[in-house]
């Protein structure tokens, strides 16, 4: 016995012709997930006129389904769903309304009802989907899926009446079928208006696929080739994107199954984020080469000071501004304002290794730990913590030493990630620091202004640890 068959027997007073209609449109239920890119199930009524059960789901395989567990079995509360229920009472389509799933999560349900050869309503197909689903919809826009048979079974079973409760008429994309003859038997309201944004003043029904076809594709090579056809064209000021799907020869009212989608928006979209994306380049490889300009002017004025505390605060200031650089110029490789500390930390080795002499010495410095992106305000903040440690390590920690070694250690966590620098040096008594040290007041300010983190320093004779932890 079928799960819908054992449901119906328990909770409703079908009959069996009833539930054997129900159990026909159960087979074709992922098709109308996919095709619909929504949960979709089947309720039927109860002997309480406030609760239906759902019989049966589908979940689509193109995008997440909003649900962790099967409903198959549960209860749709008329609190929780008044559009089921409305429908399930009056027999007609609702489109749009809220609901709250069996999960809790908040949907919009489009119902349409399911009614036996007496025009008795026995259940309904409820298509399922998020509040904020229209907002993602703009990120990926991605054709239909590849289950071309139950795509054409379910079309074929829902154009079998072209009214308002006919649940293609509630779809977003122009669908179009076609008979053997390549003559059209059916259009969505979409497809209708589609065409008629295109100058096309006749009724598509009646009308030869080659008058239609958007690609300039005719239909005899299409059903002779027999593979189902994905493209895209642009016509006129929009952006389409079409299907063609072949059905095996069962019979001749449906031969082709033709979807277009308009992505004119998306494109638009695509070309302003492409746009954008060169701009935030330009601007990043400006403000670079504009802090590489101010740090070789520093050093050119540098080189003409006799005092070397002026030479000494010049050369920090340059550093940091190198740092600030560093981070700034991978933004500018990416055009994107997400970045990877690991790679900024490189480049901040690379530059403080090529600026601080320490060619006498055999001082080595090891970056290892997790890849994390961050955002370019939280990049430049913690370029500039790296660049102060990393500066004092090696003037201060090695100078009893010809050799040492500096390891960075990055650390990614669920809410924290920590950043961890330890050298093999000297060390020095941390209450001996002095209070108006700069680079220290610099990174503890960071620390806790920029990164609302915390900072720690232990030190020894066998060296020292600065760790510091910044929000994920």
Known sequence: MSMIRKLCKEYTDLSNKDIEKLESIEGILQGIADLAKADVFIDCPTRDSNEAIVVAEAKPYNVPSMYKKSVVGQLALRDNEPAALRTLELGLTTINLKAVTQENANVTQKVAPIKNSEGRTIGVLILEQDITEHINNNRHMQMLTETTEQLTETIVSLTSTNNEDNITYHLNDAIMIF??????????????????????????????????????????????????????????????????????????????????????????KEKELILKSVAIKEIHHRVKNNLQTIASLLRLQSRRIDNDLTKYALNESISRILSIAATHELLAQNGIDDIDIKEVILRIKANILRFFSISSKNIIINVQGDSIQINSDKATSIALIVNEILQNSLEHAFIDKNEGEINIYIEKGTSYCKLIIEDNGRGFDPKCINPENLGLNIVRSIVKDKLNGSLNIYSSNSGTKVEFDFKN
């Not at 006749?202 to 080659?210: C, Q």
């Not at 594709?217 to 059903?223: I, L, S």
Request: net charge positive.
């Open 179 to 268: 008979n053997s003859n390549g003559i059209a038997v059916f259009s969505n309201p979409v497809a209708n208006l589609l065409y008629k944004k295109l100058g096309y003043k006749d009724k598509l029904i009646g009308m030869s696929f080659e008058n239609l076809a958007l690609d300039g594709r005719t239909f005899n090579p299409m059903v002779k080739d027999g593979n189902s056809i994905a493209s895209e064209v642009t016509v006129g000021k929009l952006c389409l994107q079409i299907k063609y799907i072949l059905t095996k020869p069962k019979n001749d009212r449906i031969k082709m199954l033709m979807i277009v989608r308009d992505i004119t928006e998306v494109k638009e």
